[in-house]
């Protein structure tokens, strides 16, 4: 119970490995980037070659992936009958439920544990984890979460993770937006942006995303990213089809993808989210 597998070591993923590391746990993991298996190395990891190896010697995995198709291929590769896969990357429940067949018939077994927080909260071990799927193997991943998230949940049939992420995620994409939208308003009437996330912070309309992101719209640097504005637009995709699929109005929400789709086309695609800021300090004519 002391050893479990991360597949996928980016901003995420390198992120719950080195926790765990730090928690005592032997982490073995792939990523097929050399750079991101350097990474685990240097936190204390044992980097391996290929995702089935790792299968191998964690009979509980981890899977942070940046889309459909890498977590089907990882499905296709991996092996080990009652190998349990915490899959926590945010993707529509179509394909997470297409990889659940691939591994179940090989004997083992997806779970859909969606992660809320941002890369950096992932560092900080500020995490928390919506898990969904077969109970008895989520019982065996309860030892690992400690490791690597503040709290977690266990919300049944499998897919309840996923519909929650997408609950958390579009409160995110409006908060988000809304923190920006705040400090331009106050910036522009002649507030200094520290004293607005010192004061508002601390008043009735503050929100996670003003705490998390306020920082870096203080400072209107937003190169350190801990989501890229060109992955959300990917989460932002499948938020708005699942309202869509379900027949839900999402007004504020459809209002803040305005925003984010400015970011990219304004050249911030690489950068991190709370850079709708400066696209509203733009269209304000803001002068810092």
């Known amino acids: 119970m002391k050893t479990i597998g991360v597949i996928g070591l980016g901003i995420m993923g390198s992120a719950m490995a080195g926790n765990l590391c730090k928690a005592g746990f032997r982490v073995y993991g792939y990523d097929p980037l050399p750079a991101a298996r350097n990474a685990l190395k240097k936190a204390g990891g044992l980097p391996l070659a290929a995702a089935s190896a790792v299968a191998g010697q964690a009979p509980v995995l981890i899977t942070s992936l940046p889309g459909a198709e890498a977590l089907h291929a990882v499905a296709r590769e991996l ?62 991943t309860v030892p690992f979460l400690k490791g690597f998230s503040r709290a977690h949940y266990y919300l049944g049939e499998f897919g309840n993770g996923s519909k929650m992420k997408f609950v958390a995620n579009l409160l995110v ?53 801990t989501m890229k504005v060109e992955v959300w637009q990917k ?9 869509m699929k379900h027949g839900v109005p999402t007004p504020l929400f459809n209002a803040s993808a305005a925003i984010y789709n400015a970011a990219m086309a304004q050249g911030f695609a690489k950068e991190d989210t709370a850079a709708v800021c400066a696209i509203l300090e733009r269209l304000g004519g803001v002068k810092r």
Do not use: W
Request: glycine fraction near 12%; aromatic fraction near 6%.
């Open 79 to 140: 092996s080990g009958k009652g190998v349990v896969v915490m899959e926590t990357s945010t993707l529509p429940i179509e394909e997470k439920e297409r990889a659940r067949e691939t591994l179940a018939k090989k004997g083992a077994t997806l779970l859909d544990c969606p992660l809320s927080g941002t890369g950096a909260q992932a560092r900080a071990k500020d995490l928390v984890v919506y898990a969904s799927g077969d109970k008895a193997a989520f019982q065996k």
């Open 235 to 243: 989460d932002m995709k499948i938020i708005g089809e699942f309202a």
């Open 173 to 225: 994409a409006i908060h988000n937006v809304s923190a920006a939208e705040a400090f331009v308003l106050g910036m522009k009437a002649g507030l200094d942006p520290e004293t607005i996330f010192k004061v508002a912070g601390d008043g009735a309309g503050s929100s996670r995303m003003f705490q998390v992101r306020g920082p870096q719209m203080v400072a209107g640097e937003y190169g350190d990213a």
